[in-house]
């Protein structure tokens, strides 16, 4: 009984999201937040603590752990939230989705996130689970990311800080190639469509007004239910992006609204989740980066520099008021520290007026790059010691062969 007390009493308490982003706000400074996924192996994730363990260093309101579509990750989420709040003393987010999960599991993760200290929780309906194309609500579970937030709020009041999704470019499910006869490209009026891209093969992909309304609403509908805070789906294009929150604004809208941000990589990865998300590429950043796909360094400063100017652009953005838009930036790490540091470094949101952070900020920018450059010499060593090294022929070393 004294080590369970004791237990109750290390745990660490969270802070909701909203209570930091108005803190924030009332006292004039910009923020950022950040995102991770659990890894596959052991070894990954023993990694990916060891970036954390870092990464708290660099003051980021919260970080959330990503959940797996069908609840793939139901024990992993946790245990890397529990690692950020109670080992590190940070603060988490939570993702919790409504694929494969009955009410009976969502209550598990509610329970054991109340346990650990957790006070936010993004509730998203999620992917399909692996294999399969459609998402389909199971028996005895939710519907929608409404369902969910409506479950928590009515079973744990108000003890969560709840977080939702936003899409600026509307949901991938509502992004549809534009096939009316009527629709003149250069008017774009009678009928209308919102975040027009165009086509690889000269069609038209954009979100009807009925659509465009009608995932307005529903974003309403979170808000109004029990969200707090707005997270983006990634984006490449800032007018777009600025654009739609002036929408929601007109909409009635309220809750803090965070870009999320992906650094771009290389360009594999950012051609898989660009196409698995529908975002929509502006053709100069599109053609410059199929211009530089060979040449991975390239590419990567030059996203780098691209993601940079993209920021800047929306933390500028303001309302017919002359208030700031954008509070702060929530960025997808995909669990590297480089491409983090890199941005917060050139972009010095959170730390602008804070030279004690700046200094910390830059002496990890270079701790992470000699780290790299390590990286990289041991591996061309590697590749030198396989090729120059003498083979168990050249030894006269044979194995003796028993059967064929």
Known sequence: MANEQKERQEINIGIKAIDKINKNMSEGKRFFSFEFYPPKTDAGVQKLK???????KWNPQWMD?????????????????????NDIKGNCMMHLTCTNMPSEKVDIALKQAKEYGFKN??????????????????????????????YIRKN????????????????????????????????????????????????YE????????????YLKKKINAGGQVIITQLFYDAKLFIDWVKDVRD???????????????NYGSFNRMTGFCKTVIPKSLKDRLIEL?????????????????????CLNATDKNGQSLIPGLHIYTMNTEKCTIQLLEKCK????????????????????????????????????????NATPIDKGEFKEIKSF
């Not at 952070?357 to 590749?383: F, M, P, T, W, Y």
Request: proline share 5%; net charge negative; glycine share 10%.
């Open 50 to 56: 060891k970036s954390l363990s870092n990464m708290i």
């Open 206 to 217: 954009g979100v009807s007004e009925k659509d465009w309304k009608g995932e307005l609403e």
């Open 251 to 265: 909409f009635g809208i309220t809750a803090p609204i965070l870009p999320g941000i992906m650094p771009i990589r």
């Open 349 to 388: 949101i959170g730390f602008d007026d804070n030279k004690g952070l700046e200094g910390i900020i830059n002496d990890e920018l270079k701790r992470v790059l000699a780290e790299e450059e390590a990286r990289k010499k041991k591996k061309q060593q590697e590749k030198i010691e396989l090729a120059t």
């Open 65 to 85: 752990v990503t959940w797996g579509a069908g609840g793939t990750t139901s024990d992993l989420t946790p245990e890397i939230c529990n690692y950020i709040q």
């Open 156 to 203: 744990y009041g108000d003890y969560f800080g709840i977080t939702v999704s936003g899409y600026p470019e509307g949901h991938p499910l509502v992004r549809k190639k534009i096939n009316d006869d009527k629709w003149d490209i250069n008017k774009n009026v009678n009928p209308k469509y919102y975040a027009i891209q165009k086509l690889d093969d000269g069609s």
């Open 293 to 313: 796909k060979d040449d991975t360094e390239k590419l990567y400063a030059f996203g780098m520099d691209y993601l940079h100017s993209m920021c800047k652009e």
């Open 121 to 150: 929780i993004l509730a998203l309906r999620g992917d399909p689970p692996e294999g399969q194309k459609q998402w389909k609500a199971i028996e005895g579970g939710f519907e929608c990311a409404l369902d969910l937030i409506k």
